[in-house]
């Protein structure tokens, strides 16, 4: 499956072992949208530190298979005895040398495939001495009714596409290597070509994406678009599936293509109240005017339950009392964003800039998951006295307030520079694609494509 997931393991599997370790008795649920290499993480995990593995897949055949197991396992008629441990019997049938022992562990990935298997998460955790991980793509389906929560039998990890690191690392590890050892915020002025060389593999970064398989394919083959398409198409697909009121593949599209419009325009945050709002009178406006308010809300949701998307929050004249969710949307892999800015026909540079930003974006997004660093429930923005700051960070172990501005040419931020001079923020951070780093009292200069090596 190749070396692009070398880092990956570091970054994840230290989250895996972790869960395997702790004293308590819970079931990981491992999300992440399509494609970004869970089932590869979660079996190369299972295989490397159990004794003992068995793995259902409830969207093929093996799926099918446990069904009947379970099926088989729990039917029960009233006045005869029932039986003592059905759920066990049910593995037993499906794979008869199943062990209940802490060396086990059961996957059962696409489980939002089964109501019925998912709302035995609780009995799961209680019943068996057996770890159990469970998988899908598309949890977002749990809202549906059927589905009950189970959140104080679960511990949850994301998986996302590939981070910058992890895509530098499988790219070129002698240069990944050198990029561990640059000082954070001084320029090393003996490497200049290093910059270069990171910079340039920063910007293949932001327009292929992070999706393992684009990922290889680029390395293998320098093909952008094929797979990356293969995958999108794939994904709106399987997501007809889940909507009885949607017909066309095209209400997705129109949606991604009015997210550009969004991220494109000069945001002052949105003139509507929600992003829903806002994206639905741009998908109408596009033709779809068949679309209802309601069909387009769960389309949104439908995506942003999917890890497709993500929303950021407007922070209202720097006042954090004054935080609005859901102001702001981004794509949460830069190769998919890419790919819809190119049709809506922005110029180059622009589309580098909105790339950057949502790039940051998702770094901010990242950190806000357990163990949490920073504060918010979301990534935001701020107005201040008539201009925009990109994002406001507040680190949550030291307090401190950060104003970040990302850069692509040599301007100031005057609004986050007038914020800071009013003592309504610690620091400003500006992300930069062509600075070696540096800092002049609470003003930090960092290379963009450091950003993930920087402590909030």
Same mark, same amino acid.
């Given at each position: 499956?190749?070396?692009?997931?070398?880092?990956?393991?570091?970054?994840?599997?230290?989250?895996?072992?972790?869960?395997?370790?702790?004293?308590?008795?819970?079931t990981?649920?491992?999300?992440?949208?399509?494609?970004?290499?869970?089932?590869?993480?979660?079996?190369?995990f299972?295989?490397e530190n159990?004794?003992n593995k068995?793995?259902?897949?409830?969207?093929?055949?093996?799926?099918?298979?446990?069904?009947e197991c379970y099926?088989?396992a729990?039917?029960?008629k009233?006045?005869?005895?029932?039986p003592?441990?059905?759920?066990q019997?049910?593995?037993?049938?499906y794979?008869?040398?199943?062990?209940d +022992?802490?060396?086990t562990?059961?996957i =059962?990935d696409e &489980?939002?495939?089964?109501?019925? !298997?998912?709302?035995? #998460?609780r009995?799961?955790?209680r019943?068996?001495?057996?770890?159990?991980?469970?998988?899908?793509?598309?949890?977002?389906r749990?809202l549906e009714?059927e589905f009950r929560?189970?959140?104080g039998?679960?511990?949850?990890?994301?998986?996302y596409?590939?981070s910058f690191?992890?895509f530098?690392e499988?790219?070129?590890?002698?240069?990944?290597?050198?990029?561990l050892?640059?000082?954070l915020l001084?320029?090393?002025d003996?490497?200049?070509a290093?910059y270069?060389?990171?910079?340039?593999?920063?910007?293949?970064?932001?327009?292929?994406?992070g999706?393992p398989?684009?990922v290889e394919?680029y390395?293998?083959e320098?093909?952008?678009?094929?797979?990356?398409v293969r995958?999108?198409?794939?994904?709106?697909?399987? +997501?007809?599936r889940?909507f009885k009121? =949607?017909?066309? &593949?095209?209400?997705?599209?129109? !949606?991604?293509l009015? #997210?550009c419009?969004?991220?494109?325009?000069?945001k002052?945050g949105?003139?509507?109240?929600?992003i829903?709002?806002?994206?639905q009178k741009l998908?109408?406006k596009?033709?779809?005017?068949?679309?209802?308010?309601?069909t387009?809300?769960?389309?949104i949701?439908?995506?942003?339950?999917?890890?497709?998307?993500?929303f950021?929050a407007k922070i209202?004249e720097?006042?954090i009392?004054d935080?609005?969710?859901?102001?702001?949307?981004?794509f949460?892999?830069?190769?998919?964003?890419?790919?819809?800015?190119?049709r809506?026909?922005?110029?180059?540079?622009t589309?580098?800039?909105?790339?950057n930003?949502n790039?940051?974006?998702?770094?901010?997004?990242?950190?806000?998951n357990?163990?949490?660093e920073?504060?918010?429930?979301?990534?935001?923005?701020?107005t201040?006295k008539g201009g925009?700051?990109?994002?406001?960070v507040?680190?949550?172990q030291?307090?401190i307030?950060y104003?970040?501005?990302?850069?692509?040419?040599?301007?100031?931020?005057?609004?986050?520079?007038?914020a800071?001079?009013?003592?309504?923020?610690?620091?400003?951070?500006?992300?930069?694609?062509?600075t070696?780093g540096?800092?002049?009292?609470?003003?930090l200069t960092l290379?963009l494509?450091?950003?993930?090596?920087?402590?909030f």
């Amino acid at each position: 499956r190749g070396e692009y997931f070398m880092y990956l393991k570091r970054k994840i599997y230290d989250r895996l072992l972790e869960w395997k370790s702790r004293s308590g008795h819970s079931t990981l649920e491992v999300n992440g949208a399509r494609q970004v290499g869970k089932t590869y993480i979660i079996n190369k995990f299972a295989d490397e530190n159990f004794k003992n593995k068995i793995y259902i897949n409830l969207f093929d055949l093996s799926g099918k298979q446990f069904l009947e197991c379970y099926h088989q396992a729990t039917d029960w008629k009233p006045g005869t005895k029932r039986p003592q441990n059905p759920l066990q019997d049910a593995f037993r049938l499906y794979d008869p040398s199943f062990v209940d +022992s802490p060396d086990t562990v059961i996957i =059962i990935d696409e &489980i939002q495939e089964s109501a019925d !298997i998912y709302n035995r #998460i609780r009995e799961f955790t209680r019943q068996f001495q057996a770890h159990f991980i469970v998988t899908g793509s598309y949890l977002g389906r749990v809202l549906e009714p059927e589905f009950r929560y189970s959140s104080g039998d679960m511990t949850r990890i994301t998986i996302y596409t590939l981070s910058f690191e992890e895509f530098l690392e499988a790219y070129d590890e002698k240069l990944y290597a050198s990029y561990l050892h640059l000082p954070l915020l001084q320029a090393d002025d003996g490497q200049p070509a290093l910059y270069d060389q990171l910079k340039e593999a920063y910007e293949i970064y932001s327009t292929i994406g992070g999706y393992p398989k684009v990922v290889e394919r680029y390395l293998q083959e320098h093909d952008l678009l094929e797979e990356l398409v293969r995958i999108i198409q794939t994904f709106l697909n399987e +997501s007809m599936r889940y909507f009885k009121d =949607i017909t066309d &593949i095209s209400v997705f599209t129109n !949606i991604f293509l009015s #997210i550009c419009r969004i991220l494109l325009r000069e945001k002052k945050g949105l003139e509507e109240d929600s992003i829903s709002e806002e994206l639905q009178k741009l998908v109408v406006k596009d033709g779809s005017s068949n679309l209802s308010k309601a069909t387009c809300n769960r389309a949104i949701n439908w995506l942003y339950q999917s890890g497709i998307i993500g929303f950021g929050a407007k922070i209202v004249e720097m006042d954090i009392l004054d935080f609005k969710p859901g102001r702001r949307c981004f794509f949460m892999d830069l190769g998919v964003a890419n790919y819809y800015l190119n049709r809506v026909g922005t110029t180059e540079s622009t589309r580098n800039g909105v790339l950057n930003e949502n790039y940051v974006f998702v770094n901010l997004l990242k950190r806000q998951n357990f163990p949490e660093e920073i504060a918010f429930e979301m990534p935001a923005f701020a107005t201040y006295k008539g201009g925009e700051i990109d994002f406001v960070v507040q680190g949550i172990q030291n307090h401190i307030r950060y104003l970040v501005e990302v850069k692509s040419g040599k301007g100031t931020a005057q609004t986050s520079l007038r914020a800071l001079k009013d003592r309504k923020a610690d620091r400003l951070l500006y992300l930069k694609g062509n600075t070696k780093g540096g800092q002049d009292g609470n003003i930090l200069t960092l290379p963009l494509y450091m950003l993930e090596r920087f402590q909030f």
